[in-house]
């Protein structure tokens, strides 16, 4: 039992930061959006075209992308352009790909 005994000084709630990212990539959208952006900024329009989905309901993925961190904007006229915030968001999808990859091993 000892070796949980420093858990109880873990903050537990929506407050957890970690909770929000892997809330944001619970969608499989989210995903492949963060995906696509891997090659560079791109707008909603440009998002939107490559998978086919309505530009207002990437416009609400990217909010919570957004939210939680994930990716940044910059404004350029009227169009709002997305990229990752980091390198480490292209990371965190490939060490979740290499678990899945050993989990559907067994």
Known sequence: ??????????????????????????????????????????NVSE????????????????AILQMAGLVVSRKKGAEVYYRLSSDDVLNLIKDAEKIAKKRNRY
């Not at 892997?22 to 696509?36: D, G, M, N, Q, V």
């Not at 490559?50 to 416009?59: D, E, G, R, Y």
Request: charged share 20%; net charge positive; with cysteine.
């Open 47 to 62: 998002i939107a075209s490559l998978f086919s989905i309505h530009p207002s309901v990437v416009s609400r993925h990217l």
């Open 1 to 42: 039992m000892h070796r949980y005994a420093n858990m109880k000084h873990w903050k537990y709630g929506a407050g957890d930061s970690r909770t929000v990212i892997f809330k944001a990539l619970a969608c499989e959208h989210r995903i492949h959006i963060l995906e696509a952006l891997k090659y560079g900024e791109q």
